[in-house]
């Protein structure tokens, strides 16, 4: 059972070049999500999706876009890298019925390593 | 917005309770969460607590909600060396209680 994989693992862009990241998850779940982690910053929500075909903002969406075309796929996409967006970014899921407790556990990625130069 | 705090670090001594400590300001939020990052991994879920609840308790691990004071803390009985990680809260932002705002991560350091 692979969970959620990350693709790339590790990678480094130049500032203004493009790049999609993918987060595959096996478990079915409805909610996925990208979060984004700085050293004294935490994880820091970037945008998320409750079904497919739907996203929604988190709390840092600027620079970044997604698409959730397929439930088991989340893409993210930076059109113009910047600096600031060196980070480890991770990816989660989850079920989206919070009566069933066990089923509010969001399961994460190994996370992606972004070196924007 | 939505903002949560806690500690950075907590040194312990292997086999003493740990209290790591959260403040959040979403008072509607529906879940709290704790969450553990072990060096070069995701999060992995330890514990949650719904918001209608006063403790939790899960073996080691006694979850404390104080919704007055939008408190929030996690002990750890009994600390061993294997519990040295960074340990983050969270709370949720959505009505189904798994869109997370986390905090910045308290960083426990348990010596032997």
């Known amino acids: 059972n692979a969970g959620v994989t990350q693709t790339p693992k590790f990678r480094v862009l130049k500032t203004g070049q493009s790049m999609t990241l993918l987060c595959a998850q096996d478990?079915?779940?409805?909610?996925m999500y990208w979060y984004r982690q700085d050293p004294g910053m935490g994880l820091r929500l970037i945008h998320y999706?409750?079904?497919?075909?739907?996203?929604a903002k988190g709390e840092v969406p600027d620079g970044y876009n997604v698409s959730r075309l397929k439930k088991q796929n989340f893409l993210l996409g930076l059109e113009s890298a910047a600096p600031s967006q060196t980070s480890v970014y991770f990816c989660?899921?989850?079920?989206?019925?919070?009566?069933?407790?066990?089923?509010?556990?969001?399961?994460f990625g190994q996370g992606t390593r972004l070196t924007v130069v | 917005g939505e903002d949560v705090e806690q500690s950075l670090f907590l040194s312990v001594r292997e086999g003493d309770s740990s209290v790591i400590n959260c403040t959040y300001t979403?008072?509607?939020?529906?879940?709290l969460y704790w969450y553990k990052q072990e060096p070069g991994a995701g999060l992995q879920l330890l514990t949650y607590?719904?918001?209608?609840?006063d403790m939790k308790q899960d073996q080691r691990l006694t979850v404390l909600l104080n919704k007055k004071d939008k408190h929030l803390s996690l002990r750890i009985a009994d600390t061993q060396t294997g519990d040295s990680a960074i340990y983050f809260c969270?709370?949720?932002?959505?009505?189904?209680?798994?869109?997370?705002?986390f905090g910045k991560g308290t960083t426990l350091s348990v010596s032997s």
């Open positions: 979403d008072s509607s939020s529906t879940y």
């Open positions: 478990m079915n779940h409805e909610y």
């Open positions: 969270a709370e949720s932002i959505d009505q189904a209680g798994t869109a997370l705002i």
């Open positions: 607590i719904f918001s209608n609840m």
């Open positions: 999706s409750v079904g497919e075909g739907t996203t």
């Open positions: 989660a899921s989850s079920y989206s019925e919070a009566t069933i407790s066990i089923n509010t556990e969001a399961f």
